[in-house]
């Protein structure tokens, strides 16, 4: 299965400033997801983000806020835009990841924990 | 607006038990549907995937999908302490629609 390299895996942040994470496949993969998952929360989308176009945000997600870049296939960065305690998250990444026999899923990076301060 | 709603936990089983997680979908064009578990910490991984109705079973987990009643479940037969996490369920709408909607999650705790 796919493997994913997610850095940085944690940051403290002061409010007002941006932190770009990002994520290294080991494979090519068409799309990239990137997702939210507050503090006791379940996993929200943010964005998919595809190799040579724009991305698309989920409702409730803006590009000037969340400017993603996919400059290739193996590659991608979330920037957290003029943060605020408020963005203190886990980010994730994920890739959806053919397997064998047909089969499939959706592999994750490790995850950046983020807190503003 | 796809929604995916999971059974409220905390779920607390023996070990040696069988552990049941439900899941509902509202959008009938979903496709496939997955199992994550994710450990205090650590990133959610995938447990089982399911595309067809009926019950796929992997080692100690089976997966039953009901497409009718927009239904998806996971039993964890054999319940150990390490099976004590989060589990997600999610759902995506197939080919051109790839992007994972998550439920809200079950905390599942095995008591020893």
Not at chain 1, 46 to 62: L, P
Not at chain 1, 71 to 76: D, E, G, K, R
Not at chain 1, 97 to 116: A, C, E
Not at chain 2, 66 to 94: E, F, M, W
Request: aromatic share 10%; with cysteine.
């Amino acid at each position: 299965s796919a493997v994913i390299s997610q850095k940085p895996s944690r940051d403290i942040c002061q409010r007002g400033t941006s932190l770009t994470i990002q994520c290294q496949v080991d494979s090519q993969v068409t799309m990239m997801f990137w997702y939210r998952q507050q503090p006791g929360q379940s996993l929200t989308l943010i964005a998919t983000a595809n190799q040579g176009s724009e991305a698309t945000y989920e409702s409730g997600f803006v590009i000037d806020k969340f400017p993603i870049s996919r400059p290739n296939l193996t590659f991608s960065t979330l920037t957290v835009s003029n943060m605020s305690p408020e963005d203190s998250s886990i980010y994730l990444c994920s890739v959806e990841d053919p397997g064998q026999g047909g089969s499939y899923g959706y592999t994750f990076g490790s995850g950046t924990r983020l807190t503003v301060v | 607006q796809k929604e995916v709603e999971q059974n409220s936990g905390p779920l607390s089983v023996p070990e040696g038990a069988i552990a049941s997680l439900n899941c509902t979908y509202s959008d009938r064009g979903s496709q496939s549907f997955f199992w994550y578990r994710q450990y205090s910490g650590k990133s959610p991984e995938l447990i089982m995937f399911i595309y067809s109705n009926g019950d796929k079973e992997d080692g100690r987990f089976t997966a039953q999908l009901n497409k009718a009643s927009q239904y998806v479940s996971l039993l964890i037969r054999d319940s150990q302490p390490s099976d004590s996490a989060t589990y997600l369920c999610a759902v995506n709408g197939g080919f051109g629609n790839e992007k994972l909607t998550f439920g809200t999650g079950t905390r599942l705790t095995i008591i020893p």
